[in-house]
């Protein structure tokens, strides 16, 4: 069982918090397909400080979503706390996440995100002072290093620990590596038998059975899914039961596919309104068109949609295209 503080999560599955696409319509989505625990995409410290009405709107959630990770970032101490102390007063997430994995320059260049790897002392220091000002659970997601010659994961961990935080997910990369070559899960299984909190896992779990294996090889208390869950929520669902009951369920149908492509469509234009949820929706179709027969002639024509029933047009054509193609062979 995954319990972070006092939250207690129904299973070990967390959907990862990855940037542009974790917001509520995309969240709540994976969450009815089973994720124990769903987080969202990385905040703004500054953002939330000063009010910025694009930052403060990524801050709502849907009740459903629940329970919640809301993620924040920064480099500064005092702007850190006063964001973690709005987010712990004004919104209803159950976790408060603390970014030290995003490895992008512009993020690094603000001595935010990966940059926190470097220093253990500066994770004590940041971490402690957002634990003393918040009700909720503190918890910290972090790469194994910086680069291969600086892995603290050990120490990081440690310091997170000594300093309040409940849980640390660890993606098994350094910064330099940023999402290319394999996820080191050893140094996983290290960091889970240095600390007391919950460790979470996260990195080439691409199938359900890569769930099983890092929670057996590592021993960590929760896996983290991240990319293999974009157009894909069934990975969620297919992951939980086998974890569950060995049993591993068979791909989706295509016309399934599509029915919740645009289920997530409706809900991304509900957020955000119709012009910029089409925009939005191309990347997540594009995903959710992965594997299917006939796709590279329907994404481009994804790409220049700009109207919803134009998007749902294309995507039912191509389910009574494939379908037609199937009862054929069948004949």
């Not at 440690?158 to 098994?172: I, P, T, Y």
């Not at 796709?295 to 295209?321: F, K, M, S, Y």
Request: glycine share 6%; aromatic share 6%; net charge neutral.
């Amino acid at each position: 069982m995954l319990k972070i503080g006092d939250i207690v999560m129904k299973n070990p599955v967390v959907l990862a918090p990855m940037a542009g696409v974790c917001n509520s319509a995309f969240r709540l989505t994976v969450k009815e397909f089973g994720a124990g625990l769903v987080c969202a995409e990385m905040v703004s410290d500054k953002g939330i400080v000063f009010k910025n009405e694009k930052t403060m709107n990524m801050l709502y959630m849907d009740e459903r979503e629940k329970p919640l990770s809301l993620q924040i970032f920064g480099g500064e101490k005092e702007t850190l706390v006063e964001a973690a102390r709005f987010v712990d007063q004004n919104t209803n997430a159950d976790i408060i996440d603390i970014n030290m994995g995003c490895p992008v320059p512009k993020i690094t260049k603000c001595d935010a995100g990966a940059k926190w790897l470097l220093d253990p002392n500066k994770i004590y220091e940041m971490v402690s002072a957002v634990v003393d000002v918040v009700e909720k659970p503190v918890t910290v997601k972090m790469r194994m290093g910086w680069d291969e010659d600086h892995i603290f994961a050990v120490k990081n961990a440690q310091a997170v620990e000594r300093a309040g935080g409940k849980a640390v997910a660890l993606h098994g990369r350094t910064r330099v590596q940023m999402y290319e070559g394999k996820a080191n899960w050893d140094i996983i299984r290290e960091v889970k038998q240095s600390v007391n909190i919950p460790i979470i896992g996260n990195g080439d779990v691409q199938t359900p059975q890569d769930a099983k294996r890092m929670l057996d090889e590592t021993g960590v208390d929760g896996v983290m899914i991240g990319r293999a869950a974009l157009g894909n929520p069934w990975m969620i669902y297919r992951t939980v039961l086998y974890l569950e009951t060995g049993k591993l369920m068979d791909e989706p149908s295509v016309r399934k596919k599509m029915d919740v492509c645009i289920l997530h469509l409706d809900r991304l234009i509900a957020l955000k309104n119709e012009d910029i949820a089409v925009r939005e929706m191309r990347k997540h179709a594009a995903w959710y068109l992965k594997g299917v027969q006939g796709n590279a002639r329907v994404r481009n024509a994804i790409n220049e949609c700009d109207t919803r029933d134009q998007l749902v047009t294309l995507l039912n054509d191509l389910v009574l295209e494939v379908e037609e193609k199937e009862q054929a062979q069948v004949i």
